[in-house]
């Protein structure tokens, strides 16, 4: 069994700062692309960042230039640091994970989602 565990969210105003980590735990597994995505109240999911095992970055337009990913793959650990912070990106931020189960005949793939974590950015 793997699981995604986030952390790191809370309250800020604008203009502040927060950092979200998401580490993936289990046994037998190795992580390929991790991401985050974000949701807010009346809206549907959408991307915030994501990171391939190798580093290669994507970002979603709204958070460009204030929001880097990255991560250590020798924790299994994605992190989001999110400066200059608007009221508009107060949502539930999810972790995302696509997962290798190492099996002994034949590996399982997945992709994993967190159980979110709530950024609130007053202003």
């Known amino acids: 069994q793997v699981r995604l565990v986030e952390s790191g969210g809370g309250s800020v105003q604008a203009g502040g700062s927060l950092t979200l980590s998401c580490a993936a735990s289990g046994s037998s597994f190795s992580v390929n692309a991790m991401g985050w995505y974000r949701q807010a109240p009346g809206k549907q999911r959408e991307l915030v960042a994501t990171i391939t095992s190798g580093g290669a970055t994507n970002y979603g337009d709204s958070v460009k230039g204030r929001f880097t990913i990255s991560r250590d793959n020798a924790k299994n650990t994605a992190y989001l640091q999110m400066n200059s912070l608007k009221p508009e990106d107060t949502a539930v931020y999810y972790c995302?994970?696509?997962?290798?189960?190492?099996?002994?005949?034949?590996?399982?793939?997945?992709?994993?989602w967190g159980q979110g974590t709530q950024v609130t950015v007053s202003s």
């Open positions: 995302n994970a696509n997962i290798r189960i190492i099996r002994a005949i034949v590996d399982q793939w997945g992709v994993y």
